[in-house]
T-cell receptor
């Protein structure tokens, strides 16, 4: 079975500082995709960043970057220069290419991030 | 560019009443479509997905059903709502084919069953 675990239910960070959100996953597949989604109070799910498992280089999107450790099955999200608008629930998600639901995303339970002024 | 719409945004329904939530996608053809439910304080659970008109796959047995009458329209229905159907319902789409694995979500519908 495929699982995604986010061990930090809540975190807080001061504005302009850096914070890292943790995610571990389990899959027997070798090819898969990992995602971080952000869900602000509006509750719309917004894609933050995506990582293909076959790429060794860590993905980066502006202030957001990941630390992808394939052997350890770890996929953490680093937010640099945190802004008040980063306050949201952050979900880690896994998607394999084979087996199970076509296109099914397996989500973690989320980490609630609060950015304090 | 592609956009995804959901309506209504909020719905309050009595137990036993029917349900119809609609999702439409613009700017793409033959998208994969998904319905998710998010219970309060929890992650997302996939309910249904569709790879084409009339093709629906169910992930979780329940009193909900889904239909895809048109290429870019996905409908979530119930004949009789239960209290446990309350939650936040999200529709998502993705481009079919290899390498296009990202799902993009709509704004969601908040459903409260009383």
């Amino acid at each position: 079975a495929q699982t995604v675990t986010q061990s930090q239910p809540e975190m807080s960070v001061q504005e302009a500082e850096t914070v890292t959100l943790s995610c571990t996953y389990d899959t027997s597949e070798n090819n898969y995709y990992l995602f971080w989604y952000k869900q602000p109070p509006s509750r719309q799910m917004i894609l933050v960043i995506r990582q293909e498992a076959y790429k060794q280089q860590n993905a980066t999107e502006n202030r957001f970057s990941v630390n992808f450790q394939k052997a350890a099955k770890s996929f953490s999200l680093k937010i640099s220069d945190s802004q008040l608008g980063d306050t949201a629930m952050y979900f880690c998600a896994l998607k394999t290419l084979y087996g199970g639901s076509q296109g099914n995303l397996i989500f973690g339970k989320g980490t609630k991030l609060s950015v304090k002024p | 560019s592609q956009t995804i719409h959901q309506w209504p945004a909020t719905l309050v329904q009595p137990v036993g009443s029917p349900l119809s939530l609609e999702c439409t996608v613009e700017g793409t053809s033959n998208p994969n479509l998904y319905w998710y439910r998010q219970a309060a304080g929890r992650g997302l659970q996939l309910l249904f997905y569709s790879v084409g008109i009339g093709q629906i796959s169910s992930e979780v047995p329940q009193n909900l059903s889904a239909s895809r009458p048109q290429d870019r329209q996905f409908i979530l229905s119930s004949k009789k709502l239960l209290l446990s159907d309350s939650g936040f319902y999200l529709c998502a789409w993705s481009v079919p084919g290899s390498g296009r694995k990202t799902q993009y979500f709509g704004p969601g519908t908040r459903l409260l069953v009383l």
